[in-house]
């Protein structure tokens, strides 16, 4: 029986509410009034629920569905402006005792080459990511209790937030590591994480136990629990995310804002991002294998109805992402992307062999951080290294505070500019240089409140002067 309050994943993701959901959608898809009031609705910026939002996936009418992507772009708009938080993974450890058998780490994969980093490793790692120029990480590790305690991720974290390499630091550590106990979420959360990520992969259950059919991970409701679970050990900014492509892409879509909705209403607080990764090729994987790939015109819909459904939510891609898929998916609603990642376990230190690969998928996007950079600021976006709301202690629900009455927009806009202009003085190309310093310069003029843009060009000065790490 569906209840978005209940504790239990069979109840918040409830199969027959999502059916349900599926028959009302397909019902519905070409009801224009229908639409047109859901657009309405969602025109207010307080989001919609996962059936109107079903709707809106499903709608033929052409007009209606241009009306969608104009709103989706609005509200991309007046949330987040032309900025693009910038981020990379960090895979620790690629030791794994679970079977996902969509992923090169499932424990039965023999030709795969293991490793995890040791805290010397984890340094120069560390050190190189800090030269390309991030300042946000996300963690990355199998589960495997052996190889990979808790104990092992907590000193990554300590050591990750310790290195201070010439004008570098990483001010923010994500954290994707497999579902654990409300013990081992205070730990992490003591540790100073960020957001604690967990890609759900599929809501379906049934699917969900055949695609994981041994290890922890086999337990649907443990899994689906997790976010509860971290909640209640204090973590207060958590990450959706479902893998499309391994599963009816509609059951999982409308599963996602369930469980979006079942945080507001039990926790107080929506998840703080919401991931689309979609399946790739892999080492033992063929995404042929997955019958339910999306192409790229349904990835876009789906990015744009998510950024109307829930505004406030961050919307994150990865490398896993072509250059063309980003650039059109970055207009309808993504908020944040990874540049220059590496997905095999040590690869940023050094390029890994051929015969060593590790990496948990191939990479879409080869650029290096500096060419995603500048790719972003020539399409008029601003590169953001802004890890500030952490920082302050603005997360969960005085975080969700500050977005919904839009009083972020004070810091946002100012944080990224000061955060590229010190990208641009310590890691950038000449090139990148001359034109983030003209954007710089545009972007300035849209700060509302005057006193924070005169602060704002101050702290800009003294950043070109050799001085670091100011935020609103
Ligand atoms: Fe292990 Fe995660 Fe890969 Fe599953 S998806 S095999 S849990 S690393
Ligand atoms: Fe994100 Fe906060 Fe920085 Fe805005 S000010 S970009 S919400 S960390």
Redesign the pocket.
Known sequence: MYNVMSPKAEEFIDHEEILASLTYAQENKNNRELIEAILEKARACRGISHREALVLLDCELEEQNQKMFDLAMEIKQKFYGNRIVMFAPLYLS?Y?I???VY?P???KNKHICRKKLTQEEIKKEVVALQDMGHKRLALET??DPVNNPIEYVLESIKTIYGIKHKNGAIRRVNVNI?ATTVENYKRLKDAGIGTYILFQETYHKENYEKL?PA?P?HDYAYHTEAMDRAMEGGIDDVGLGVLFGLNMYRYDFTGLLMHAEHLEAYKGVGPHTISVPRIRHADDIDPGEFSDAINDDIFAKLVAVLRVAVPYTGLIISTRESVKSRERVLKYGVSQISGGSRTSVGGYAEEEPEEENSA?FDVNDNRTLDQVVKWLLDLGYVPSFCTACYREGRTGDRFMKLVKSGQIANCCLPNALMTLEEYLQDYAAQETKCIGEKVIQEEIKGIQNLLIRQRTMEKIEKIQEGERDFRF
């Open positions: 690629n794994c679970n079977s996902c992923c780490y499932h424990a199998g589960e497999a994981h290890g991970k948990q």
